[in-house]
T-cell receptor, first 113, second 112 residues
């Protein structure tokens, strides 16, 4: 079982460059999430999609955009990367309901120089 | 807004000692609470969850947590630490409308 797949695993960008982080899940989950993880700050929610066709801002949405392409795929776009966006990014998915667990990808380590 | 607070960014124990990782929640509705574990260079995986019913919840690897409404707490415990328990642990709450919010994490260090 693939679960949640993120690409790429590592990326180095120059300030001002753009890129899209890809996420796909094969569990027929309804909800998908993007988090960033920084030392001492835990996981902070960037955007989430409660169901196909909807997206909502999380705690730290500035500088990011998302697309829920279909039920399987949820991408995160950095239009003009900044050093403050250096982080580890995790995608997660969840079946439905408040009582179900989220499944995580392996993460994308992004460095902006 | 619903949230969780984890007390202590680092906890150090000796192998065989009790593990106690603290999580307090803030919620205006009955909370749905989770503990996740993250091993180095990996994603997060579920340890256990509290939804409704029994307040003492057992999870994988010998961990358990007790939901205490009066204290707004959901602390994670394990009677005897193993070296393999060294990891970062996250408490989380599903706030409703499928918004899943995490605490800042606690790194567990286990010494021989």
């Amino acid at each position: 079982n693939a679960g949640v797949t993120q690409t790429p695993k590592f990326q180095v960008l120059k300030t001002g460059q753009s890129m899209t982080l890809q996420c796909a899940q094969d569990m027929n989950h309804n909800s998908m999430y993007w988090y960033r993880q920084d030392p001492g700050m835990g996981l902070r929610l960037i955007y989430y999609s409660a169901s196909e066709g909807t997206t909502d801002k999380g705690e730290v949405p500035n500088g990011y955009n998302v697309s829920r392409l279909n039920k399987r795929e949820f991408s995160l776009r950095l239009e003009s990367a900044a050093p403050s966006q250096t982080s580890v990014y995790f995608c997660a998915s969840l079946l439905a309901g408040r009582n179900t667990e989220a499944f995580f990808g392996q993460g994308t380590r992004l460095t902006v120089v | 807004a619903q949230s969780v607070t984890q007390l202590g960014s680092h906890v150090s124990v000796s192998e065989g000692a009790l593990v106690l990782l603290r999580c307090n929640y803030s919620s205006s509705v009955p909370p749905y609470l989770f503990w996740y574990v993250q091993y180095p260079n990996q994603g997060l995986q579920l340890l256990l969850k509290y939804t409704t019913g029994a307040t003492l919840v057992k999870g994988i690897n010998g961990f358990e947590a007790e939901f205490k409404k009066s204290e707004t707490s959901f602390h994670l415990t394990k009677p005897s630490a193993h070296m393999s328990d060294a990891a970062e642990y996250f408490c989380a709450v599903n706030t409703g409308f499928q918004k899943l919010v995490f605490g800042t994490g606690t790194r567990l260090l286990v010494s021989p």
